[in-house]
């Protein structure tokens, strides 16, 4: 019953920046904490950042610590994932989903993914 859609993605150079977005429809966003994964081809869906309800905890994987910032507006049922210091490594395609952060971040339910959002970083 919930939809999310990410869009922000693209083509950009090393070194560069972009803020994705994520769009949830219905009260139920307000519900769940959000996390982003990407996953690169032949290679495994990883855990990028998540987001508590409040906005207040935001966990983020090693590989991006201290270039991405994860932040939501609860208002517009909206996520963002600012992205800066953009490396080839990052190339992927981004997902939203929401997640039980009282269960370690763990997938609320397999339904409740964006179809993602391509993101290349390549001189």
């Known amino acids: 019953q919930v939809q999310l859609v990410e869009s922000g993605g693209g083509w950009v150079q090393p070194g560069d920046s972009l803020r994705l977005s994520c769009q949830a429809s219905?009260?139920?966003?307000?519900?769940?904490?959000v996390g982003w994964f990407r996953q690169a081809p032949r290679k495994e869906r990883e855990f990028v950042a998540a987001?508590?309800?409040?906005?207040?905890?935001?966990p983020y994987a090693d590989s991006v610590e201290g270039r991405f910032t994860i932040s939501r507006d609860n208002s517009k049922n909206m996520v963002y994932l600012q992205m800066n210091s953009l490396e080839p490594e990052d190339t992927a395609t981004y997902y939203c989903a929401l997640l039980y952060e009282e269960k370690g971040w763990s997938p609320v339910n397999s339904d409740y993914w964006g179809p993602g959002t391509q993101v290349t970083v390549s001189s």
């Open positions: 987001i508590s309800r409040n906005g207040n905890i935001t």
């Open positions: 219905g009260r139920t966003f307000l519900n769940y904490a």
